[in-house]
């Protein structure tokens, strides 16, 4: 009796440990490298995500290749923001909308959402009611943090990873999705995300200390991305260079521009590093008009859970060097 409980153990054994053995992690490929960051971060330990759009490709340009197809059909889910940013992947993922295969992060109602900014000059306003607070990650309810569900189509600003708080959000629900698909690293998940939410506190506190002061400070950006960023830390953009960045700017937008620039002072303009440099040397050239990098899809970063914080980072010090005033 002893002999066959023994063997019945052993044999038990032998089936759990092949079942483990064999069992394969989810995998998840995600649109964007700071979003694909934010996941690794949260698998960090079971796998890796897979990133669909390699640097320097953007998702407002994007074709998708057969490869791409293939990693759609074989994700045991699908991470990106929408079709207000990825656009190429609306039709593609038709196949995938189920809820345990597809997250669609302009959906999640806890998300900060703001409308598009459809004019090229936008009048300055004062942040300072709502944005001076400590960082929380729970949703707050002053004006800037309510949700804005009704926000879909053409109307919102899909740039959404680029508000700390909205990271958060993303992270929960990035972890919420795999331990639904994958019970056994469930606590993996939950430490991930936990640790997380401390470098996005100290994320937001390093970034609220280096831009403190610069709220009265206009600037000009090449390409509409920094809306979210700009709220949540209290910038004062002025305006787009052009709602289209592919299209060169022609003579009676680039007098506009200039006007605007000599009539609010202006003394810094953003620019990105996919798009047309060649236009935005031409609007400096013979001015004092500074006019600097920024890069809000990590496209410089290293691959992996640091990205998304080197991406803030990097965005903050850039700000920073070019708003903080010369001395004389």
Known sequence: MRKLLLTHF?????LIFISFAGYAAPQVVVSIKPIHSLAAGVMQGVASPILLLEPPNSPHYFQLRPSHAKLLQEADLMIWVGPDLENFLSTPLKNLNQPKRLLTLAQLPEIKKLPLRNDEYWPAHDHSHDHSHEHKHESTQDDHHHPHPALDGANMDAHLWLDTDNA????NAIAAHLTQLDPIHAEQYAANAQA????LAQLT???QNRLKGLKNQPFLVFHDA???FE??????????ITQQPHVPLSL??????????????????FQEPEFNQKMINNLVQNTSLKSQILDPLASQAALGPNAYFEMMENLALTFENCLTPQKK
């Open 10 to 14: 052993f044999w038990l054994f032998n």
């Open 231 to 240: 709220q949540q830390f209290n910038l004062q953009a002025l305006g787009t």
């Open 226 to 228: 920094y809306q979210y």
């Open 252 to 269: 009676h937008n680039l007098t506009k521009i200039q006007a605007i620039i000599n009539k609010n002072n202006v003394q810094c303009l």
């Open 168 to 171: 958060q959000h993303i992270v």
């Open 196 to 199: 997380l939410t401390q470098r």
């Open 205 to 207: 506190i390093f970034i």
